[in-house]
């Protein structure tokens, strides 16, 4: 799996903010789909924004 | 005029591509060299390894055409030890159980060492220097207890259990959450662990197969699949306990399933053959245990509820 960064914001305001910030950033939901992507190098975006906290 | 070649033994022809000065290719398909270009080779102007052997010259069939070479599996050259194999047959190399070992060795090391590998070893992401800007400290409740643990995000929380924290109970099968053997509960609710990151479960309470037994007594869930046999090699095992805790949870909140008929809340659901099935079939045996797995779900959930 590549590096990436890992931010965990706590609002949508600043979850959306981050993803202007890094347009090549994902949504992580809970990572079914995403994750197993990352594993096999389809998916290979440079941050993760964790929007679990914020919903 | 630069000549490239490759030889067809079979019937010693070539197949030509000519590269002009002007910088075309010309592909002429299987002809004879000779009549292409109209000059004479002789044999040494041939590369060592293209040199088609005499006798396939000559339309002979020797050993090299009898016997081709194996083709590597996947990609890269095949094992050594397989090539040998081939000719182990007229001892001419033949295959020891030293030399498989020691092969066999020697590729496990070489693959230990290879680069794409890194992102299997979560040890080895985790310790890496260059990475240790990206780590993140999480601080998770597993099994009761606390831990700050400094890990890259790329971890898995099911790497993490079994490479870090030495948690094995929780099995790693195909690693892409279609086996269910890797499921824990995370705040009670139950989740494939191959597929959710460790750091995203910051803050959260994880229980793993250890975590349900107090001690020398088992979880009652654990008891039964003991009573009723529930498995045969025991690799899902730990996820399918996980899971039916899970589903028992899930039956007390009176969250209904594919295959519950009322969904409208007004009735309390009971836990059916039907819904044991449906709600534990992302965990899949293949030893075939299920009617054992159903038979131990149900019985702790008649135990409960008389």
Not at chain 2, 78 to 84: K, S, T, V
Not at chain 2, 96 to 115: C, D, E, N, Q
Not at chain 2, 252 to 279: C, K, M, N, Y
Request: include cysteine; glycine fraction near 8%.
């Amino acid at each position: 799996m590549r590096s990436f960064a890992y931010s965990r914001p706590l609002s949508i305001d600043d979850a959306i903010g981050a993803m202007e910030k890094h347009p090549d950033a994902k949504f992580l939901g809970g990572g079914t789909n995403l994750v197993d992507l990352m594993k096999m190098g389809v998916e290979k975006p440079s941050m993760l924004i964790d929007i679990t906290s914020c919903l | 005029m630069h000549i490239r070649y490759r030889t067809k033994q079979v019937t010693g022809q070539f197949r030509a591509t000519a590269t002009g000065k002007a910088g075309g290719d010309a592909t002429l398909g299987e002809r004879s060299l000779r009549d292409f270009c109209n000059v004479k080779l002789s044999w040494s102007e041939f590369p060592a390894r293209k040199r088609p052997s005499a006798q396939a010259h000559l339309g002979l069939r020797g050993r090299e055409t009898q016997e081709p070479t194996p083709r590597s599996i996947g990609y890269g050259r095949a094992p050594r030890f397989l090539m040998d194999r081939k000719h182990s047959q007229h001892d001419h190399n033949p295959l020891t159980r030293r030399k498989f070992i020691g092969t066999a060795a020697t590729v496990s090391a070489l693959a230990i060492t290879a680069p794409p590998l890194e992102a299997q070893s979560p040890d080895h992401l985790v310790s890496r220097p260059q990475d240790a800007a990206n780590a993140r400290l999480c601080s998770l409740s597993i099994n009761g207890v606390r831990h700050e643990l400094s890990v890259d995000p790329r971890v898995t929380l099911l790497d993490m259990l079994r490479e870090h924290l030495h948690l094995t109970g929780t099995k790693k099968g195909c690693d892409h959450g279609q086996c269910g053997a890797c499921t824990v509960l995370v705040n009670g609710e139950r989740i494939l662990s191959c597929l959710s990151l460790a750091v995203s479960q910051d803050g959260h309470k994880v229980t793993t197969i250890e975590g349900l037994s107090h001690g020398q007594s088992l979880h009652p869930m654990q008891a039964a699949f003991l009573e009723h046999d529930g498995f045969q090699c025991g690799f899902c095992t730990p996820g399918q306990i996980c899971s039916a805790v899970a589903v028992l949870e899930e039956i007390r909140q009176g969250a209904p399933s594919a295959v519950t008929l009322d969904v409208s809340h007004s009735t309390p659901i009971d836990l059916t053959e039907d819904e044991v099935r449906e709600r534990l079939s992302g965990n899949i045996c293949r030893c075939g245990a299920y009617p054992n797995i159903v038979a131990s779900v149900l019985s702790v959930y008649r135990r409960e509820r008389s």
